[in-house]
């Protein structure tokens, strides 16, 4: 069992940059691939960005390169998400997830955390 708290929500301006830590419990998390995926109002939840076990490899969607960045710090059970240059249409609610393999399908859930953008 893995649990997952993510932190570092809020409301903030377009332009502005936030980093969201997602801590998890147990000894395994470096046996786990993480992500962020997020979820507006009336959207489907989408996915923002991934890391690997040992953080080598990651990927972002299209509509975030360049302006988030992901990391995990695998002493502190902790993956980041840095996002910087911040734009409306970033308002969602964040949630961290783990995956048995990377790119696979979440196994274990945050409670997600809420991120507003105004312009």
């Known amino acids: 069992q893995v649990q997952l708290v993510e932190s570092g929500g809020g409301m903030v301006q377009a332009g502005d940059s936030l980093r969201l830590s997602c801590a998890a419990s147990?000894?395994?998390?470096?046996?786990?691939?993480m992500g962020w995926f997020r979820q507006a109002p009336g959207k489907e939840r989408e996915v923002v960005s991934a890391i690997s076990q040992s953080g080598g490899r990651t990927s972002y969607a299209d509509s975030v390169k360049g302006r988030f960045t992901i990391s995990r710090d695998n002493a502190k059970n902790t993956v980041y998400l840095q996002m910087n240059s911040l734009e409306p249409e970033d308002t969602a609610v964040y949630y961290c997830?783990?995956?048995?393999?990377?790119?696979?399908?979440?196994?274990?859930w945050g409670q997600g955390t809420q991120v507003t953008v105004s312009s």
């Open positions: 147990g000894r395994t998390f470096s046996s786990y691939a």
């Open positions: 997830a783990a995956s048995r393999t990377y790119g696979g399908q979440p196994y274990y």
